[in-house]
Structure formats: C-alpha cells, structure tokens
C-alpha cells in the first residue's frame, strides 16, 4: 500500500468530484436516460468495487472511472461506452455476471462487457501460441464492435499510466504487450496521441535508461527550443493575423519513442533528431474551405521559408488509411535547420488526436469520410480473412498479423481508379489477390502505369495497376517468394496443392520408366538435354510438368529417339551442306566418289544420301549462315561444326584428315542478318512458337536465339536472316500475334 493514506470520506468526495467531470463530458451527448444509465452504472460499479483497491493502494473505483474518462474526453466515445467503461472490470472481479449485465444494461453493453472481459488477462499465457491463441479472440471482439478495443485501449493507457506501482516483473511484461499490440493497435485507429503515449510508457518499462537520458536532455533543452521556435514563429503568426486567418500554432517536441525509433532506424545521433523541430498550425476554417485555407497558409509558410520539394506530403488529397489528414512540409529555419510543418484543420486536427471514434462525428459529410469507413470495413474484413484462413503455427498467425495489419501501408488504383491499400511490400500478385482469388491464381502479370512489370514488382504508392492473366496461368510455390500479404499467401497454398518436390520426384520415375521402355538409361545429363531440347528452363522444370501430364507423351519419345542433341530450333532450319571429299575413309568414298563424278566441283549431302548421317553438334550448335566444317567421326558420321567452335579447332588440329569443307545449301537472294528484340509475358512452349514462326510459318533462317526469364516476364533477341524488309516487317507482325509478346523492335545495331 506503500505512502497511500486512507481516508473514507476524502475519497468518497474525490468519487463523487470525479463522476461529476464525467458527466460533464458528455454534457451536450447525452439524453436524460442516457445520463440515467450513467448513473446506476456509476452506483452499480462504486457497490460492486467497494471494498478493493488499486496496487497503489487507491479505491479501485478510480481506474473504470479514469478509463470512462479516457473513453469519452480522448477517444470521444459517448454514453454507451463510457457505460461499459464504467462496468468492465465487474464480471471480471465481482459476482456479477454477464447474464445481470444483460437485464441491467442490455444486450449492446453485454457484448462489449463479454468483449472486454475476454481480452482481460489474454497475455498472461506463458507460450507463444497461448498467446497468439487469446490475441485471436482479441481480435475477433474487435472484428465485432470496435468500442471494445477503443475502451480497451482506454483501460490499457490508465493502466500504464499506473504502472509504477506493480512490480517489476509484471511492469515489464505489461509494457511489451503494450508495445507489441496495443499501441500499434492505437496507430492503426489513427490514435495518434494515445499511440505515442503508450510507446512511451513502454519504453519507460523496457529500456529505462534510454528512457531516463532522452527524456532528461528533452527537459534540458526546453529552453533553448522554445527561443527558437517563438523566433521561427513570430513571422509566421504575424502574416496569419494580418490576413484575418483564426489559427493556432503548435509546438510539440517528438515523443521520446519516436526520437530512440529515429535513432536506431536511421543512424542519427541525438543532436541531431533534437534538431528536427515539428511545429503544427491548425486552423479554423469551415469544412467547404478547410482544403484550400490549408494551401494558403502553405504558401505563406514558404513565402517566408524556403521548403524542401521533396518532403512535401499531401495526405489532404488523399488521406492515410487510418483516416489522417494533414498537409506536411519540411522548411529551411533562418539559422539553418529543418523544420517540420503540419498544416490542418481543426476537424482533421481532432481526427488525428481521436481517430476513428472523431469520424462519427463529422459522418455524413464528406466522401472522405466515406472512404475512410470503407478503408476502416476493409481493414476489419482483413483481420477477418486471417482469422478465417490462418491454420499455421501460432508463431505464423503472429506475424501474419504483424505484418498485416500493423506494418506501413501503400495506396495504389485498380484501372477504374478505385484505391487499394496494401502494406508496404506488397507486389502484382498480392494486388491480385486482393480483389480477387481469381485475378491472382490466373495473374501473369500486370501493366503498371502502362509498363509491363512482372509478378514479382514491388508496389508503390499512387501507382495503377491493370492485371494480365491467362486462363492456363497456375499459381506456382515459387509465387510464396513474391507475395507478403497473408491473403495472397494462403490462397497460393491452397493452389498449390502438391508439394513440387515430390511432384518432381514423381516425375523422375515416371521418365525412367519411359526411358527403359525405349531402351535407354536414365542419367541426370540425358534428362537436362532433353529438358532444354523441349524448352523448358531446368531438369526439374521438366520432371514436374512431366508429371503433371503437361508433356505430351508422343513429342517425348521423337526427342528421345532424336539421339543427335540437336538444338529444336534446328529442327526446323533446312541443313543441306556442300562438302568437298578430302576424307580417307573406305565405306565413305564409295559414296563420295560417285557423288563427285556426277559433280566435280562439290558433294551436295542431302537426305537422298542416306548412307552418310550428319548431325549438327551439340556443342556449337551451328546454324545457317555460320562458317561452318565438317568432321568425319569414327562411325562414319559427319558431325558439322561452326568453324570457330573450339572442339572443331582441337578437332582439326589432330585429325587433320578427316575435315571436310561444308556449307550451308539454299542460298537464293542474299540473306541479311538482322537482330529483333522481344519482350512479354513468359509462358510455357513460347521459345517454340517464337522458332515456329520463324522457321516454319516463315521460313526464315536464325541465326541466335537468346531468351532470358525472369520471374514470369522475358527479354529475347533473335538474330535473323531476312531476304529484304517486306520480309522482316511480316516477321514482325507474326510474331506479335503470339500471346504473351508484347513488344517486337528491330535491333539496328548488334554484335554477330
Ligand atoms: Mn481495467
């Protein structure tokens, strides 16, 4: 009971004296039965609490009275919470039970009594998942009826306001919840004020001597301050007043909180945070003019302060999530440091101090308003959404919410220009998921004020974004890697039903088994070769849609019948080359010789001539219009290769005799080779349509292909060979017919 003295009468008047100020309060809020409820809840809870008291040895009647006061003067709660203000510690600590609430108060006050009760002692659980078991019901009272957070961040406030006299053990474990969930709580219902005080108080708990010596050079320093801000201010008050504007100006050094918060987040020493002056100039103006009195005093300001361009920031526009509306500045003082200027009005001032209850009040009057209360339905459907979908580890459910609800926020468009808010981080496929599950399991990709972005591009505020999806899109494991919403996250999950590793797994026995029905042994190389020769980016790639079914079974045994290593795309390239004997080789020269007596000048090797095979070598992978040589192998083969390939120069260099000239055949009109670069959405068989156009469709020869893949979107540059530009601009336009590109640009110039 410590230094508490205890006086019957002196604190039967103190009761009373402060009942009075509440009801005072709400004076102009209340109806007679209204002020009647007040009253008996008032003798209910003074009856009911009689004969306890507070650790500090105080009537225990001061704390619903205080957390009442809190409700209705802070938050601007009116008669029904200060009600239940009044009674939430009764069913708690009394005999009363929530069934007398209910015949006494009705069914409104039981709920948010029931509420109340429920968060009470929720973080005395001694594990993490005990924890995140309570924090849950928590949050669905507060997904019920918001006054219960709102009184329990009343009753939360008075209670570190109190803290000093519990124990040490207990301080420290009520100031981390604090810190962990009700003051961010706070800030999310745009309590600005109770949030700051609350991070404070916890600091004071969790880290005291950072506490101590902050706080003890803010006290220090005051007198300083104020020189300064009365000087930077005199100039400013002076125009106000001549220009008949009603105003207030305010100036608040930051919280210790936030200065530490600054400390640590940016590297700054304490100087020089103390140097960040944040002065606030509210002003009084009716609603239809508040915006553009702001704009006039802004141009005040800067007339007489040189602003900094960069950190002006217009939440008068468009509101922060929570409802904060404000028109920021930062100026250059005369003696050279920065001044932070918050310029508002009265009304967006008090919906800055008291957040969402300060709404009710001005309801009705302007859209944003309205936005803020979809904004604030949105936020409640969000917890929802993670109560509803969250069957992880409880640890997960934690930081689910963490990041969900509690972390920065983005505010980006949909084509229509409705606004989305995201939490900072979020990308296209949370975008997505967002409006919709569809929209993010066939997502491929988006356009963000008309550039084509991939899934993974991270969001950022003011940004329109427009969906681009495909019917065969397939949510993948990998799209976890891209998203940070808990939506996005679990709707991926869901998607993805299998895991791919076994998928893959799976896979692999599926192709052995194809393998040795054709006689072949399965190795890792033979899998990657014919992954890449079907065109898929890895091994595992292949496997996986192998076992999806999504290979056709029939392409896969001509490619593995097709044991030359031939690229694909030189599947499609007519290869006849001209060779001229100079070869020893017995079984060869028969054929040869007959050949060269028909034509003198050259061997023309084409398909006729089936006893002599030639494959094109899988290590340069030579096609028309390179250099190239052949190199009688020991088989009889001629393996054709590109004459500056290094193993045809090792080749030649020992086995001198066996290389034979080579050309490539066709050569009507001269070709001209010319470079395309190609952009899009990636998807699976594209490279191969891309080839199929090109080679097939058109008949054209190429060069190089080179596509690179990055998560979902590609850059490709072919290199081709046209006959002229009626040629090149058909080429063209094929291949912007192929789903999934978007650009096609001739490359002017370009290395061979
Ligand atoms: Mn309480």
Redesign the pocket.
């Known amino acids: 009971m410590g230094a508490y003295q205890i006086d019957t009468e002196k604190e039967r008047q103190e009761i009373l004296k402060r009942y009075r100020l509440l009801v005072t309060l709400l004076r102009n809020k209340t109806t007679p039965e209204q002020k009647r409820q007040i009253r008996k809840a008032f003798n209910i809870a003074v009856a009911g609490h009689k004969d306890m008291r507070r650790k500090s040895g105080e009537p225990y009647i001061y704390?619903p009275l205080e957390?009442a006061r809190i409700a209705a003067a802070d938050i601007g709660l009116g008669a029904t919470s200060v009600i239940c203000a009044l009674l939430?510690?009764l069913v708690e600590d009394t005999d009363y039970t929530l069934l007398d609430i209910r015949e006494l108060f009705g069914e409104t006050v039981e709920k948010i009594i029931d509420g109340l009760t429920k968060i009470e002692g929720v973080m005395d659980m001694q594990t993490p998942s005990m924890q995140a078991e309570n924090f849950k019901k928590i949050l669905l009272t507060l997904s019920d009826d918001i006054r219960v957070i709102l009184i329990k961040l009343a009753?939360r406030l008075h209670?570190m306001r109190t803290l000093d006299s519990m124990i040490n053990e207990k301080q420290l474990k009520i100031a981390s919840e604090t810190a962990f969930l009700y003051a961010p709580l706070a800030h999310r219902l745009g309590l600005y004020a109770i949030k700051s005080e609350l991070e404070d108080l916890s600091m004071k708990y969790i880290e005291p001597e950072i506490y101590q010596s902050i706080s003890s050079l803010i006290t220090k320093t005051k007198e300083e301050r104020d020189r300064f801000i009365n000087d930077f201010v005199t100039p400013i008050k002076k125009i106000l007043k001549d220009d008949n504007v009603d105003f207030e100006i305010i100036s608040r050094i930051k919280s210790v909180h936030s200065i530490w918060h600054k400390m640590k987040t940016k590297g700054v020493p304490l100087e020089q945070v103390f140097d960040l002056f944040a002065i606030r100039i509210i002003i009084d103006s009716p609603i239809e003019r508040e915006k553009a009195d702001c704009w006039k005093v802004y141009t005040i300001v800067t007339s007489l302060y040189r602003p900094n361009p960069d950190r002006l920031r217009d939440w008068i526009s468009i509101p922060k999530a929570n409802g904060y509306e404000s028109l920021h500045t930062t100026v250059m003082s005369g003696s050279g440091k920065w001044v932070e200027i918050q310029i508002r009005s009265r009304r967006m001032n008090e919906i800055a101090e008291k957040g969402y209850a300060a709404h009710w009040k001005y309801k009705n009057l302007t859209q944003k308003e309205q936005n803020f209360e979809a904004g604030l339905d949105e936020w409640l459907t969000k917890i929802r959404d993670i109560l509803k979908t969250n069957d992880g580890s409880a640890l997960d459910f934690l930081s689910d919410i963490k990041l969900n609800l509690f972390s920065e926020e983005i505010f980006v468009f949909t084509p229509a220009g409705d606004m989305k808010t995201l939490p900072k981080g979020s990308t296209i496929l949370d975008f997505a998921y967002n409006i919709h599950t569809d929209l993010g399991n066939k997502c491929i990709g988006a356009k963000v004020n008309y550039n084509l972005v991939p899934l993974s591009y991270v969001l950022r505020s003011g940004e329109q974004i427009e969906i681009i999806t495909s019917k065969v899109q397939k949510p993948k494991k990998e799209w976890l890697d891209y998203v940070v919403t808990s939506k996005a996250r679990e709707k991926i999950k869901d998607a993805v039903k299998v895991d791919r590793k076994i998928q893959v797994e799976e896979g692999k026995m599926r192709f052995v088994k194809i393998l040795s029905d054709n006689n072949v042994s399965y190795s890792d190389e033979y899998v990657i070769n014919i992954a890449r020769r079907m065109g898929y980016k890895s091994q595992n790639d292949f496997l996986y849609n192998l076992n999806q079914d999504e290979v056709s079974i029939s392409e896969l045994k001509k490619y593995i019948e097709n044991k030359d290593g031939r690229n694909s795309f030189i599947d499609y390239i007519t290869l006849r080359p001209l060779i001229k004997w100079r070869s020893t080789n017995k079984s060869l020269d028969e054929v040869i010789t007959k050949q060269l007596k028909s034509n003198p000048e050259s061997l023309v090797l084409d398909e006729d001539i089936d006893q002599i095979k030639y494959n094109i070598s899988s290590c340069c992978n030579p096609i028309h219009g390179d250099q190239v040589v052949g190199f009688i192998t020991d088989k009889n083969n001629i393996e054709i290769h590109r004459t500056n390939c290094e193993q045809a120069i090792k080749m030649m260099s020992q086995f001198g005799n066996r290389i034979v000239k080579a050309k490539w055949r066709n050569h009507e009109g001269v070709s001209i080779l010319t470079g395309l670069k190609i952009n899009g959405i990636d998807r699976k068989g594209l490279v191969k349509e891309v080839t199929d156009v090109i080679s097939g469709q058109l008949n054209l020869n190429m060069r190089s292909v080179n596509f690179e893949s990055s998560e979902g979107v590609f850059d490709g540059v072919i290199m081709v060979y046209v006959q002229n530009l009626e040629n090149l601009n058909e080429l063209i336009s094929e291949l912007k017919k192929i789903k999934g590109i978007d650009k096609v640009d001739r490359i002017n110039s370009y290395k061979v």
Do not use: I, K
Request: net charge negative; no cysteine; hydrophobic share 15%.
């Open positions: 704390h957390v939430h510690d009753d209670n």
